[in-house]
C-alpha cells in the first residue's frame, strides 16, 4: 500500500463518501455492544477483553491483521461460534437489550435477527427465488412471498439482473452475483444487523464496488458490521472503524474519519500505513 | 557422478518401464474379466433362447425387419456422414471378418460349441454397433424423443407391474381406507397449503395424515362393505396418477392439454381394466400398467408436440412393434424354422414343475420383488437415518465423539461380515425371537435389509460428508434449526450420493441366497405369496434349485431363462433407479 502522507490523511483513499458523512455525525443509539468479551479456541485467547458498542443504522468496519481475531469477533455476535466444539467464550454481548449468551437466549432464535454473508459467496444449489426465500421458509413467513423476495432482490441491487431467471440455479451466476444472493437471502427475512466477513475479498474490483455501493444504501435500513482486508475499503464505506491487532486487541475504535487521519496510537497508524502487519 | 551417465550432456532419460508393466497388466486383467463375463452371458442368452436352433433364415428375417430398421432410424437421428460410413463399414467389414475367423478356427482348430458364425456376427458385430448407434443417435433430437417416448412405455410397463405384484401381499381394503382418509387429506392441506403459501395447511398435513392412517387400521374390519378391487384401483392409484400427471401438464401447458393428458390414459385404462375383468386376466395389473404407461406417454407426446422438435421420433415405438410383427408373419407365412425359447410368457407367469417345458419363475420372481421392494424402503430409511444422526447430530469429541467413532468403526466391520452370519442373525432374531416366522417373506426382507445396511450407511455418509461446510454455516447462519439445515439443504445435495450407494447395494441384496437359504426360505413354492407373512421362494434360490435337477434340460434351458430374467429385473430396477436420480440431480 502507497503511504504518501502528502494531506493529512494517511492513506489516499478519499476518507468516508460523500454519502455517509451526515451518519457519521449525528449520534446513535447502541445495536450491539461486547462487554468484556474474551474468547479463547482450547487454550488459546483470541480476543482479548474487548469492549465496544456499535451504532445503530451505521456500517462498522473492523480492521486488522489477519488472525487477530476479527471472524471471531463477528461470530460471537450471532453466536456462530457455538458450532465450534473448542470455542468458549466469557464476557457479555448485548443486543436487544439482552446478553445473547445468558442460558435463555436460543441461538437459532438470535440468527433469526442477525443476517450473515461470509467471505466465500455459498448460496444454495436451489433456484435464485428459493435462495431468497430460505430464510422466510424456515420461519414460517406468513405473507406473499414472491413480493418479498422482489423486495430483497431489490434491496441487493440484483432484481434487474435477474428477475426473469428467478427459477434457475443460483450457481448460475456470477460471483459478484452469488454474493449479492447472498445479501438477498440475509435481508428477506428482515434482521436489525447484517454481519459481513470480507464479504469482497473473493471478487474482482468491479464487482467488489458494487457491493460497496451497496453496502452503503443497506445501512439506512440495517446495522451493518463488516470485516475487511482492504484499508481502502474500511475508509470508503464505513462511519466507524474498529483495529484490532494481534492476540485479539482492540485496539482504537473511533469515527473512521479519525481512525484514518489522526489516530492515538502509533501502533495503529503503522499499521495503516503500512509499517506493520 | 553425473558423468556416469550414457547421456551425459542432454537431460538423460527417465525409465518409465514399471509404469507401463503396470499399464498394460491392468489392461489386461480387465479385458480378460469382462470378455470373459461377456462370453458367458452370450452362451446363457443362447440357451434362455434357444438361438442354437435358430435357423440363419429366421435370424435374417427378424435383422431385415426389426435391426436394419433401427438402425436407419439411428442413423437418421444422427445425420453424420462419417458415422454412416464407419457404421455401414464396420457392419460389413465385421460379416466378412467374422465369417472368416469363425470358419478358420473350426476347421484348423476345434468346432465351436452352439454356436455358428451368423451368431457370433450377431453378439460380437451385430450387438455392439446397435449399442453404439443407439447412444450416438439418442444424441439428435429425433433419436432423444424416440428414446425418451420408448423409455416411458418401458418404463410404465415395469413399473405398473411392480406395483400390481406389490399389491398381492398388501391388504388393498386397507389400502383403500388408509388412502382415502389419510393419504389424500394430507396430500390436500399440503397442496393448498403449498398454492396458498400458508404453512399452517403444511403443518397440518403430517398429523392429519397420521390420524387418517390410525383410523384406518381401526375401522378396517369395522367397515363390512368394501368396492371392488378394481374401484379400489381405480380411486387410489389411477385417479391420482391421472390427476397428478394433468397438474403438471396444467402448469405448463394450459387446461385443453391437461384435460387430454389426464382423461385419455385414464379412459383407456378403465374400459381396458374392464375388459380383463370380463376375460378373466388379472384386472387390477392391467389397470395399473395402462394407467402408468399412458399418462406419462401422454405428458411426454404433449410435450414433444408442443415443442414441435423431432416429432419424427415419436414414430419409434410403431417402427419397432411394426418390425416384430413383420417378423412373426414373415417366419409364418414362409414355415422358417423358429427356435422355441425358454424365456417365455408361460416361463414368467406359470409355476414350477417337475417336466422342463412346463416350468415358471412367477412365483420367484414376485417374492423377489416383493422382498427387494421391502428391502428398499427399509434399507433407505434407515441408512438415511443412522448416517444423518452419524454425520450432522453426533459431536467430534468428548465421550459421545468417542462413542461414535467406536460406532463407525464397527459399521465397517460390519461391511465385512461374511451373508451367512446375517442368514444366522435373522433367523435367531427375525424368525425365531419376534417371531416373524421360518421362510417368511419379512423375515427375508428384514435381514437382507441389515445385511446391506453397513454398505449403505457408509456411502450415505460419505455423499453427506461432500456436502460443502459453507452450505451448512450458510444455512445455520439463517437461523435455521440443525433439522432444518439437514432437510433443506444438506440431504437435497447428499441424495444423489445416497441414491447410488442404496442402488449399489440392492443389486448385491436381490441375488443373495446364503442368507434366504439360513432363515429358512423354500427352494421352490408353487404358489405366489399373498401376504408378508407366506412362505416365499426367490429367483436365486429357484434358479440354484433347477441348477440341480438331473435333466439337462433344467440344466442349461430353464437355469439360463432364469438368470436373463434376474439379470432383466436387476438391470430394470437399477436403470428405473438412476433415471429417478439422475432427474433428481437436474431438479435441483
Ligand atoms: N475454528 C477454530 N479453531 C481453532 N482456532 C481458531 C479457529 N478459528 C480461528 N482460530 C484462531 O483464532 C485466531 C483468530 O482467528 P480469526 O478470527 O479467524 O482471525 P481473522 O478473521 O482476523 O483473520 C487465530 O489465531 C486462529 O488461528
Ligand atoms: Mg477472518
Redo the contacts between chains.
Sequence with gaps: MSNTTSDDSLITTEVQADSNDDRAASAAETAVAARDLNVYYGDERAIDDVTMEIPEKRVTALIGPSGCGKSTFLRCINRMNDMIEICRVDGDVEFGGKNVYDTDVDPVALRRKIGMVFQKPNPFPKSIRDNVAYGLKIQGFDGDVDKRVEESLKGAALWDEVKDQLDSSGLELSGGQQQRLCIARAIAPDPEVILMDEPTSALDPVAASKIEDLIDDLAEQYTVIIVTHNMQQAARISDRTAVFLTGGELVEYDDTAKIFEDPEEQRVEDYITGKFG | MATDNANADGFGEVSRVRGIVFEYLSFGASVFGLVALGVLLVYVAIDAFDLANASPEWLLTYFLTLVVPFLAFCLYSANDRGVTRRALGALGGGLVAVAALFTAVETLVSPIPRLNWQLAYLFVVGAPATAYLAYVGSGGRVGAVGFGLLGRLVGGVAIGLAVGTLFLVFDPLLWFLAYTLGVLPAVGLYAVGRRR????AQ?AAAPVGLAGLIAAVVLRDVVSTYPSDLIIYLWTVAVPVAAAGGLLVAGRRGRTAAAVVAGLPLAVATAGGFLAAGAGLPAPTVLLVLVLTGVPTAAYVSRVVDAGEGLAGLGLPLLLGAGVIAGALIVEAWGVPAPDPWLDGSFLTGAPSRTPTDAGLYPAIVGSVIIIALVAVLSFALGVGTSVFLEEYT????PLGTLTRILQVNIANLAAVPSVVYGLLGLGLFANLLGLGIGTAVTAALTLSLLILPITIISAQEAIRSV?D??R?????????RW?TTK??VL??AMPGVLTGTILALGRAIGETAPLIMIGAATTVFRAPDSLFSRFSAMPMQIYTWAGFPQADFRYGVVAAGVITLLIILVGMNGTAILLRNRAERG?
Design positions: 403459501s400458508t404453512p399452517r403443518t459431536p467430534e469429541s468428548g460443502p459453507d452450505l454455516r450458510g444455512s445455520d447462519a439463517m437461523g435455521a434449526t432444518q433443506n439443504v437435497p445435495e435441483s
